[in-house]
């Protein structure tokens, strides 16, 4: 038996999204879970795959991982979600098993990496078939921007259902990516002075988990007079608009000449990765959030580097570990200690996808998300 269902699928970069019927198994093979897919938000990585900067996706591709929804179906053998259960989709699910998953960082798992590389199941196959009866990958192995998707057990993890879908849809990336950046890959601590470049979906977050673990002061830079009065509301207690004023003399006269503790960036540009570096204080470190286009490269001085102790360190989805972090910043947002209301800027039916795309290329908005 299968279900039929409409997804956006890309099938080549420059193009708009097209909504396709395509078909899913409505039984799970053993170890996986089908959800049925209820809100799912646009991030700016599926943005780099439609405009082309990552190249050499296998297409046609199901985008999307950023989803929540409940569990319609499960395979023999899965024990931690139940029909009916609220999930959250994690793009790193992980075996467990490997020398990554019992050290504590999941996120490095090699299933995981398989997982999100290759854009397929933990066995190396796709679960969805489009009307002419290809293959249809699917974005992270996830593919939330269809009303289904098939995972391993371990990429959907049950939240507390007092949740809304279209917040909760945000903890499958913006929220962990951002949130993360500065609680677990950064270690922020209360005497820091934390810089976040880039105050879109990840960005505002990473002012958010700076603010939740009690930063003593919390700067956010970016070229958009809306996007740093959000980050004002998110905790930001200074702001910089680089469009027009220089991040380095801004740091020096707000750290009395000393830089920052941590400077996360959260965009994806070699000149704001080589900033945010810049201006970090001795001993401080810069936290790599944002992902570039294939091939770009960024430049810095190692000898600054031994000198004064800086580190650059690479985030991927906030060094989180789905299990713990999703249900805790679910928790977190119902005891209003975070914010995801004010992330969701607009709600809209998928056949919009393609109109929330132009409008992030806008810089417009902080997350559109799909409700199904
Ligand atoms: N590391 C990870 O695991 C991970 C996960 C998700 C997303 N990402 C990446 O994070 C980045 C941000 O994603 P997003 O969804 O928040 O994007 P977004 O489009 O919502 O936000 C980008 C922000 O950067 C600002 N900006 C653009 N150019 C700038 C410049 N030169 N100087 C200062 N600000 C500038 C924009 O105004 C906007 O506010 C993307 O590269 C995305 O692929 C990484
Ligand atoms: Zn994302
Ligand atoms: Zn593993």
Known sequence: MTIEFTAAIFRAPDAPLTLETVSI???????????????????????????????????????????AGVVEAVGDGVSSVAVGDHVVLSWTPSCGRCRYCVSGRPVLCDKAAEHFANHVSFDGGTRITSADGEPVYSFAGLGTFGEYAMLPESAAIAVDAAAPFE??????????????????TAAVRTSDTVLVVGCGGVGLNAVQGARLVGARRIIAADISDRKLEQAKAFGAHEV????????????????????????????????????????????????????????????IDPFVMSDQELSLIGSNYGSSRAEVDFPNLIE?????????????????????????FE??????????????
Do not use: F
């Not at 917040?167 to 677990?184: D, E, H, I, K, Y």
């Not at 810089?363 to 559109?368: H, K, Y």
């Open 359 to 372: 409008e992030m290329k806008r810089g417009e908005g902080i997350r559109s998300v799909i409700r199904y």
């Open 332 to 356: 977190h947002y119902l005891n209003r200690r975070i914010d995801l209301d004010s992330l969701v800027t607009r709600v809209i039916d998928l056949d919009e996808i393609n109109d929330g």
């Open 167 to 184: 917040q909760s849809a945000l903890v499958g990336c913006a929220v962990t990516t951002g949130v993360g950046a500065a609680v677990n």
């Open 240 to 299: 910089i608009n680089t469009a027009h004023e220089d991040l380095a003399g801004r740091i020096s006269d707000l750290t009395g000449g000393r830089g920052v503790e941590v400077a996360i960036e959260a965009i994806g540009l070699p000149q704001t990765i080589e900033a945010a570096y810049g201006v970090l204080a001795r001993g401080g470190r810069a936290i790599v959030a944002g992902q570039v286009a294939d091939g770009v490269k960024v430049s």
């Open 25 to 67: 198994p409505s039984t799970p093979p053993a170890g996986e879970v089908l959800v049925r897919m209820k809100a799912s938000g646009l991030c700016h990585s599926d943005l780099h795959v439609i405009i082309g900067e990552w190249d050499g996706m296998p297409t046609p591709m199901i985008l999307g991982h950023e989803g």
